[in-house]
């Protein structure tokens, strides 16, 4: 398998071995405090959930990530990346001993919220941090390779983190045990951080650089200018009007699958079966992201990215009525499966359009614009799904949304980007297989 081969080639590197460390051991962490904050959300017997709590969490598991990502490389341009990674975990290590002793205090309010809201702030750095240092213990012709493996395995172990959490939760039954192997995690990386050299990862200052305080003040009028010039590249355009609208309808049916699984399946006395069969259900979704990553790059070789997008909305609008919308448990595992997989199908496809389609001068800006519409597409599914969905989750009327919702996307998109096919002022068309352009950069190299 290629993506063997990719990673068994980069771990050759021992630069590249300690900074894959750091962020393996991150995100397995963040596993498990996402497990710790949905259990003590979802899950806890003196509470009864309903959607407005749903969408309160992912607002403020999301929003960070909105709000702060076009600041980080401000700052990342100026510190020193080793020395973040080293100071993000210790700090999120802290924050969540005093997300615990919240807990222990059984205050779900507002401080318990501001707290979870700086822990996952402070990983928005972490996360930009560990990309922004990899160009530094890689050789240039290997970032492809590492941009691909890396998150990937990141995603995964923030699955495995998830499952480990999830099973220490059903065996000790404590949420406080869950928040405390999390500290011990987040201190692990911390540490990993220090076997990297202060200044290994950068930033290479040469003194010409503008003041921070210039620096931010610029970033409204850059993403300003990646707005401008996304109207010029109307097939990235498109593609992320598509992951907007694939976030939103998607959200909707995640937050109706976490009611459905405490409120309709089990009653209020089997917390435990319920929480167990959710990981279960989510590790469903975990399995098609990863498959999505195998599979999509062969279906870019014998389609167009447009044609695969098209047809992976189609795909996610027909799995949504079936075997969704028969509502039961294996039924949502399933169409979970499926669903993932369509979902990590187009983030890739649209991550390529955005990567080739768009000018590198321009392409940090756009990709925060891209981080804002992915995160807020969730945020305000939950946020509608908040007013329309019922406690128990089921509703078919919401089912037939997010369906016509699937459909009317791939329907719009297909017409809209062949439309719009060969107009872009450079990069990849939408109508070009990414395979072809692979083949050509070969040839030219």
Known sequence: M???????????????????AVRLTSQFGDGVFQVAL???????????????????????????????????????????RRQILFA????????????????????????????????LGVNRFLLSGLSAGLPHVVERDELVMANAVTPTSGTAFFLIGGGVGAGVKLLVDSDLTVLALTVVIYTAAAFLALRLRRDQLGPDLNGDEPS??????????????????????????????????????????????????????????????????LA?????????????????????????????????????AVVSAVPIGFYTKPALVLGGFLTGFCAQGVKISVDTLVQTGIDDVYRGRVFSLYDMIFNVGQVSAAALGA?????????????????????????????????????DGGGLPGGIRAGDQTDERTQQG
């Open 212 to 277: 921070i305080g210039e620096a931010l003040r610029t970033i409204a009028a850059g993403l300003i200018d990646g707005a401008r010039h996304l109207k010029s590249r109307p097939q990235p355009a498109l593609g992320l009007a598509a992951i907007g609208s694939l976030r939103f309808f998607f959200g909707l049916m995640t937050v109706s699958m976490i009611l459905l699984y405490r409120n309709y399946f089990y009653g209020p006395g089997q917390l435990d079966q319920a929480f167990g069969a």
């Open 280 to 316: 279960i259900a989510t590790g469903a979704v975990g399995a098609g992201l990863f498959v999505a990553a195998l599979v999509t790059p062969w279906g870019t070789r014998v389609m167009s990215l447009r044609q695969w997008i098209t047809w992976l909305f189609v795909a996610a």
């Open 88 to 119: 993000a975990n210790l700090t999120r290590a802290v924050l969540v001993i005093g997300v615990g002793a919240i807990v222990a205090a059984d205050n779900a309010g507002v401080l318990f919220y501001v707290a979870v809201l700086l822990t």
């Open 38 to 80: 949905a259990s003590y959300v979802l899950f806890s017997p003196e509470r009864a959930p309903d959607a407005a709590a749903i969408a309160g969490l992912f607002a403020v598991a999301l929003l960070p990530y909105s709000i702060l990502g076009p600041f980080t490389g401000v700052l990342l341009d100026r510190w020193s």
């Open 2 to 20: 290629r993506f063997l081969r990719d990673l068994w080639t980069l771990l050759q590197r021992r630069d590249f071995r300690r900074l894959f």
């Open 387 to 423: 007013a329309i969905l019922p406690d128990s989750g089921k509703s078919y009327a919401v089912l037939a949304l997010i369906v016509v919702g699937f459909a009317v996307t791939a329907l719009l998109y297909s017409r809209a980007s062949k439309r719009s096919d060969g107009l």
